[in-house]
């Protein structure tokens, strides 16, 4: 049931923040930039964030013993989660305007 109710957290999560990022991106973006926009950060978050947790795994314990080592885990993997949604949105916003500008 583990894994399963994991699955399930993160679409729960993740489908309501994809709404979100396409209604915004909607009012400032054509169709297919739109859900490029609420789409490609999304994952690219989801994957960087994958990508620091994996990264960091071996530098710590097998269990980490302390909230503040847990915190810490979390909030690197979270900052380039984060940092990599954010770079995904620039690309596809300057490739949209660089596109349509010609």
Do not use: D
């Amino acid at each position: 049931m583990g894994p399963l109710f994991s699955l399930l957290l993160v679409l729960t999560l993740a489908v309501p923040v994809i709404l979100l990022l396409f209604v915004v991106a909607k009012l400032f973006l054509p169709l297919k930039t739109s859900l490029l926009m609420a789409l490609l950060p999304t994952f690219a978050g989801a994957v960087g964030f994958g990508i620091a947790a994996l990264a960091q795994a071996p530098f710590y314990p097998a269990k980490l013993q302390s909230e503040e080592m847990v915190a810490l885990y979390l909030g690197i993997s979270f900052s380039v989660g984060i940092l990599a949604a954010i770079f995904t949105g620039v690309a596809i916003w300057w490739r949209s305007r660089r596109v349509s500008a010609t």
